[in-house]
């Protein structure tokens, strides 16, 4: 989040910058992990979108089920999440 950004503008300029979606809205703080090395604390909240994802900042777009995540080369932080999604099944 920038300085002064609540989780739910971050929510909607992070979406709207990187995937074109619009936050209908945000919920929960489902968890919160460092990021490995970096100084950052990494918030995943509960996010309802509009729109079809369009990747802006990356080279595609892939849907996966937790289990399959641990396959992927992600964040230290998106690694807990995908373990916490897995054992929430």
Same mark, same amino acid.
């Given at each position: 989040? $920038?300085? %002064?950004?609540?989780?739910? $503008?971050?929510? !909607? *300029? ?20 460092? $990021? %490995?090395d ?12 509009? %729109?079809?994802?369009? !990747?802006?900042e990356?080279?595609?777009? *892939?849907?996966?089920?937790? !289990? ?9 932080? $998106?690694?807990?999440? !995908? ?5 929430? %099944?």
């Open positions: 989040m $920038d300085e %002064g950004e609540s989780p739910a $503008d971050a929510a !909607a *300029r992070e979406l709207r910058e990187e995937l074109d979606l619009s936050v209908a809205s945000v919920g929960a703080k489902l968890a919160a992990f460092d $990021d %490995g970096s100084p950052f604390v990494i918030e995943f909240h509960e996010v309802f979108v509009a %729109g079809e994802p369009v !990747a802006h990356h080279e595609e777009l *892939r849907w996966f089920a937790p !289990a399959e995540l641990r396959q992927v080369a992600l964040a230290p932080a $998106d690694h807990a999440f !995908a373990r916490l999604l897995e054992r929430r %099944g």
